[in-house]
Antibody, heavy 116, light 107 residues
Framework: QVKLQQSGAELVKPGASVKLSCKTS????????MSWFKQIPGQSIEWIGM????????GYNQKFKGKATLTVDTSSSTAYMDLSSLTTEDSAVYFC?????????WGQGVMVTVSS | DIQVTQSPSSLLASLGERVTITCQTS??????LNWYQQKPGQAPMLLIY???SLQTGMTSRFSGQYSGRSFTLTITSLEPEDIANYFC?????????FGSGTKLEIK
């Protein structure tokens, strides 16, 4: 069955960067899209962007350009998201999801806390 | 960006009751809208895609309809396991945008 397993919770200092992972199984990763989302607890969800694993092509929400960088490793069927220059406003739960139209299968989410 | 206005923000309903949640988009998106259910501490689950198609494995108590820029999610007979937050998402154009969510609780 389709599974998306995200890395564990992160506590990072302001100004630092963090790399989140999303390891997949149960489907053909190399011909699929992966989308990433941000959710501040108790709030709605924002679309960060998406990446096509076949060629690494990306599309970003303008709001997250320069903040998020999406990459993939097809050899391990894993997608990554780098978040840079973190501030307290980046504290949130981040989800990966298969597909480019919102996603049908989602990872369990990873909490990123930015605090000194 | 396409704005998605979701209502109500919260909803108290009785078990067995018919429940309707609405999303209105700021411009026409055809049927490019999904509905998601999210329980506390969990990832969203896809319920309805392309406005009216029930995702495989989801109960047929959920259904979606649309007319113009107005989209509805209906639960025909509320069950305890339906208590959750519900979000709509337009995927007609980037950036994809979500409604603000509806918190569904038991009366």
């Amino acid at each position: 069955q389709v599974k998306l397993q995200q890395s564990g919770a992160e506590l990072v200092k302001p100004g630092a960067s963090v790399k989140l992972s999303c390891k997949t199984s149960g489907y053909t990763f190399s011909t699929s899209y992966m989308s990433w989302f941000k959710q501040i607890p108790g709030q709605s969800i924002e679309w960060i962007g998406m990446i096509y694993a076949g060629d690494g092509g990306t599309g970003y929400n303008q709001k997250f350009k320069g903040k998020a960088t999406l990459t993939v490793d097809t050899s391990s069927s894993t997608a990554y998201m780098d978040l840079s220059s973190l501030t307290t406003e980046d504290s949130a739960v981040y989800f990966c999801a298969r597909g480019q139209l919102g996603g049908d299968y989602w990872g369990q989410g990873v909490m990123v806390t930015v605090s000194s | 960006d396409i704005q998605v206005t979701q209502s109500p923000s919260s909803l108290l309903a009785s078990l067995g009751e018919r429940v309707t949640i609405t999303c209105q988009t700021s411009q026409s998106i055809s049927n490019n809208l999904n509905w998601y259910q999210q329980k506390p501490g969990q990832a969203p689950m896809l319920l309805i895609y392309y406005a009216t198609s029930l995702q495989t494995g989801m109960t047929s108590r959920f259904s979606g309809q649309y007319s113009g820029r107005s989209f509805t999610l209906t639960i025909t007979s509320l069950e305890p396991e339906d208590i959750a937050n519900y979000f709509c998402l337009q995927h007609y154009s980037a950036p994809l945008t979500f409604g603000s969510g509806t918190k569904l609780e038991i009366k």
